[in-house]
């Protein structure tokens, strides 16, 4: 029987942008994409890599050369 086993860590002094809970937020990647979920109500929320990197430099990435 194979388990799925979902690391969840919490994300320390986040706030829920819906119940505005405090260190109630949790990040683990499914299926590879990065989810964060609050564990007091139902909000949650999916970055696509992409999306993550963008934040990450700020600018739009260029031509990738492979
Ligand atoms: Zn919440």
Known sequence: ???????????AGAKCPKCKALDSIVLFKLNGVET??????????????????KQATGDVIGVFKP
């Open 1 to 11: 029987m194979a388990e799925v086993k979902v690391k969840k860590r919490f994300v």
């Open 36 to 53: 964060v979920e609050c564990i007091e109500c139902d909000y949650s929320e999916q970055q696509a890599d992409e999306q993550v990197a």
